[in-house]
């Protein structure tokens, strides 16, 4: 049975992936907001499986951080590659007031098959 804080985290993440996806169809491309989508919706599938274990979670943006707590649970998270945590951290707060760092389209595919790969994770470890 899936808790209600986690059925709240996966539907908010659902919705951060989702809206990403629209503005990569989007006529124009905005890259600073795709990324800061992509790695909330990351960050919330994270917590929903440390939510559903029953382990809380810290009330952090930093993926690395969460995503080891997750593989100290369960090792199935090794396979999702935490190489482009770097960057997408930086979305999550500094990204959405500075231009100090874009990210291109290649990056931005990168990212979104990361989510969705968290995402195929969550559904399977979750049910």
């Given amino acids: 049975m899936i808790k209600e804080g986690t059925q709240i985290l996966i539907e908010?993440?659902?919705s951060n992936l989702a809206s990403a996806?629209?503005?990569l169809s989007a006529e124009s491309f905005y890259p600073d907001t795709i990324a800061f989508l992509l790695q909330q919706a990351i960050e919330k599938y994270l917590k929903a499986f440390l939510a559903q274990h029953g382990e809380g979670y810290p009330k952090i943006?930093?993926?690395y951080v969460l995503h080891e707590h997750c593989k100290e649970l369960d090792s199935?998270?090794?396979q999702i590659s935490p190489?482009?945590?770097d960057i997408l951290n930086y979305f999550a707060v500094a990204g959405r007031y500075s231009d100090?760092?874009?990210a291109g389209m290649e990056e931005i595919i990168r990212f979104q098959a990361t989510a969705q790969q968290c995402k195929d994770l969550i559904e399977i470890k979750i049910k």
């Fill in 61 to 63: 943006h930093d993926l």
């Fill in 83 to 85: 190489e482009d945590f």
């Fill in 21 to 23: 996806k629209i503005l």
């Fill in 100 to 102: 100090d760092m874009m």
């Fill in 12 to 14: 908010k993440a659902e």
């Fill in 76 to 78: 199935d998270f090794n």
